[in-house]
């Protein structure tokens, strides 16, 4: 099974481990290939552009290390941005092994399973949740049951796609096997520190809960996950840190949910385990979490259970935008538990987004005087992204019927500079491009004017990241690039390629 390489900063491949041990439990033959970890000091530019630069080893070396004689070879496609460089892995692989069974699965794919059929040598997509879906096609290729009969694939048949009955849910997360690290190599991730939230201790992702009951129309969540939200027992993530902290010493643990906290009661809960248990371990929530249950009670016992990290997704100021997106979340009932949670010594991450289809001007300033407020109120940093609409969405369906936009190689190649401020696409017609390049510089540096002129003592701490390259927040790696730039320019005419990502 392969995480192909990637152009964007690596973490863990939680999917792809939860799948090994799928596989692993059905009694199958494992050898797992992390193309990132496996070579993680190699940066090499790509075909797409000079601009791309991708971090792992190249197709062909991948393709080299996988076993002569293997049956079946798993793909794990999360990022739909990430297309054009698994459709070139996927091409080697094929050209390698003609008789291998070449399966994807992931996020990406599952936002477009015909698509990537049709556009690659692949032979089957899983959609949506893997683990039990890789298990039947593992023995129904085993067992040579006709493929018809696995629900929750997409594949080809003698030159036709076939697809098959979407799969329920797995019931009982608790009896999942744990993703089964043993076969990847951990120590590049710790030696590494391949995490989302910098750490000195060793760090491996983990995830509570599968799924989220809402509906926004730019996520590909409910296609993917489906609305069926479910939750393991805290005990039983519990027992999975304590199994990877007597296994390889793991301390912090990242949790990747989409949305983590909306039980008050069971978040209590796995507080009050974590804080029993004699080994402090550390645990932050950096994809984005609702925050409805985040009462000050909720924070308080979070902090003293050793969370770090809350990121708050209210993505838009604007309350009228958020309608438009049926993002069903009030932004200003962030602004306390952000306060507190900032106030309790945790790193406060505010997502957001511009671009959004029906998003004007006044909404960008709404944006934009929400986000001096969450700076005021404690956030440190903001991810300010793009709106992209990624296969799967309800956003891309729409662009897709109204003819906006259809998948292709340009489309892919557009949403490459996803994190670009100077390249990437916009899909809104009230504003044009390059004013919203202006803004986006413009909601930034208010954000980072109001969380330094409110918490000075940061400025020192900033200053100390850069001057030991350290980055914390996007400006601080910002500046440290630029200044990086600027030494590298003057040592030598030729720039360095020594960046963990691509964007410009
Ligand atoms: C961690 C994470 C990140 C991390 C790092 C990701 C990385 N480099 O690997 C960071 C913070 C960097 C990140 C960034 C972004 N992210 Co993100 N991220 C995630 C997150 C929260 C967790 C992924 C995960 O581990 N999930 C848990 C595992 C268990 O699920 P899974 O990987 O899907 O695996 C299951 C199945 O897919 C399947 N499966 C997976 N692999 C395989 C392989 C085989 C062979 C088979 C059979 C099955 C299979 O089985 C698994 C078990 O059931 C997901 C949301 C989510 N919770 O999934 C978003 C998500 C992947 N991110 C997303 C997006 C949009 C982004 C951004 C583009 C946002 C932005 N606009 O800035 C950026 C990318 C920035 C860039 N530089 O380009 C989208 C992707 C949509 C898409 N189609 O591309 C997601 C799905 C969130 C969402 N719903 O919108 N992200
Ligand atoms: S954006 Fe967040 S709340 Fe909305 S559907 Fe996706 S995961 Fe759920």
Known sequence: MIRGTLTMKPVAPLGLAYIAAAAESAGHNVRVIDAIANNICEFHPTELGNDIIIQGMRPEVVAELVPCGSKVIGLSCMF????????????????????????????????????????????????????????????????QIPLVTVKGIVFKKDGKIVLNPRRERIRQLNDIPYPAWHFFPVNAYFDNQITLTPTERKSLPTLATRGCPYTCTFCSSPNMWTTKYSLRSPDNILQEMIYMYEKYGVTNFELFDLTAIINRQWILEFCRLLQNYPVHFTWQMPAGTRSEALSEEVIREMAKAGCTNITFAPESGSKKVLQ???????????????KLASQLGMYVYVNSIIGLPGETHRDIWKSMLYLAKTAFAGAQDTGMAVFMPYPGSELFKQFEQYGQLSLSDSFFYDILYTDSITKSQFYNNNIPSFIYRIYNILLLTVFYIVSYSSHPSRIYKSLRNVIKRRYVTRGER??????????????????????PVSHV
């Open 478 to 499: 910002a500046i440290g690039y630029l200044m990086e730039q600027y030494f590298s320019l003057k040592k030598s005419p030729v720039h360095s390629l020594h960046q």
């Open 324 to 338: 438009l997106i049926q993002k069903k979340a009030d932004p200003d009932k962030m602004l306390p538990a952000m």
């Open 80 to 143: 739909s941005n990430n297309w054009l460089l698994d459709r070139r892995l996927i091409k080697v692989l094929r050209s390698r092994f003609p008789e291998a069974v070449l399966i994807a699965g992931g996020e990406s794919i599952s936002g477009m399973p015909e698509y990537a059929l049709k556009d690659s040598e692949l032979d089957i997509c899983v959609v949506g949740e893997g683990e039990e879906t890789f298990k039947e096609v593992l023995s129904a290729i085993e067992n």
